[in-house]
């Protein structure tokens, strides 16, 4: 395998589109980057859509080398038959602009020993690719994989909880680090905080160290009013646990609701409706901020639906 190591993964790549305002608009509101750099005439594209402008869609690239279809078909012999994307690196050497034909090309720069992972053992593939603009070097993108042979599973215990006498499961622990005390502190003292940049007064959530507007990394907070709305969900479906059966309206530990609240401040969170049933849920529904107690150490922020907010959702259906 490593004899394919610097051999083509893929050539004379060409993007499906020039870069392009609408592209950049719609990923700048995917990820609520307000920055002034990417709009109005002389607007670049954020830095991180590199690979979006290299990306195939669903009928894919028909760029993709031999050498490249070659050593997968080799990892699938050797019993490395599932892949999981592991992580990737990316390097900026100059901005791209609405109307530049994106060109790329990319190479198999290393292939791993073998190694054993809690999925499996097998092998990570990285590859690089150098994405130009107009013939001119814009950036390399690094991807890695891991093709790797599932471990086993063996039988594990009942969750804790179900036997007689069994401590109740707990949730895990959300990260706190210097980034987000601010937050976690708040919510302990049942207030949810929300940054403002000290520089230009934009609110921000999630907690970052600095502005994604202007970049200032000084800041203060405001005390959300808790009011929102429902700005998207989605309904999980999953093996009971107990740590997460929602609360009694949903039904037990069947599916339930995560939802993406859009507060009165104009930020979102992610979060649950509480109260009303996972079918119940809807875009647009008007919800308030509570804090519920989910063990002895831990309290979350949730929101519960406003009395008269639920609609029954179609007969057969989740909506």
């Not at 070659?70 to 999981?84: F, H, I, P, Q």
């Not at 890695?144 to 042979?149: C, G, H, P, S």
């Not at 929102?228 to 339930?256: C, N």
């Amino acid at each position: 395998m490593k004899a394919y190591e610097g051999r083509s993964a893929a050539a004379s790549g060409h993007g499906r589109d020039p870069v392009n305002a609408p592209m950049i608009r719609h990923w700048c509101e995917a990820v609520g980057d307000t920055h002034p750099a990417y709009r109005g005439p002389d607007a670049i594209a954020p830095p991180t859509m590199l690979q979006a402008w290299t990306m195939g869609g669903l009928a894919g690239h028909a760029t993709r080398s031999e050498a490249y279809d070659e050593l997968l078909a080799l990892l699938d012999d050797a019993g490395c038959t599932s892949v999981v994307a592991t992580d990737c690196e990316q390097e900026y050497l100059r901005p791209l602009r609405p109307g530049d034909e994106i060109t790329f090309d990319a190479v198999i720069e290393s292939v791993s020993d073998r190694k054993t992972t809690k999925l499996g053992a097998g092998y990570f593939v990285t590859t690089r690719m150098d994405v130009r603009a107009g013939g001119e070097l814009a950036g390399t993108h690094r991807f890695r994989i891991l093709k790797y042979r599932p471990a086993k599973r063996r039988p594990t215990a009942a969750p804790a909880g179900r036997g007689r006498g069994a401590a109740p499961a707990t949730r895990p622990r959300p990260v706190v680090n210097r980034d987000n005390a601010g937050f976690w502190e708040g919510v302990a003292r049942h207030r949810l905080l929300i940054q403002r940049c000290g520089a230009c007064g934009t609110l921000r959530f999630p907690w970052l160290p600095g502005c994604g507007a202007c970049g200032s990394p000084e800041w203060d907070t405001v005390e959300a009013s808790g009011e929102g709305t429902v700005y998207s969900y989605v309904v999980m479906h999953h093996p009971p646990f107990p740590a997460f059966a929602p609360d009694g309206a949903s039904g037990g530990a069947s599916p339930y609701a995560v939802v993406l609240v859009e507060l009165a401040e104009g930020v979102r969170i992610i979060s649950n409706v509480v109260g009303v049933p996972h079918r119940a849920v809807r875009i647009g529904m008007p919800v308030r901020l509570e804090f519920q107690r989910v063990d002895e150490d831990l309290e979350l922020p949730v929101f519960r639906a406003l009395e008269g907010a639920a609609v029954a959702a179609p007969e057969g259906g989740e909506g």
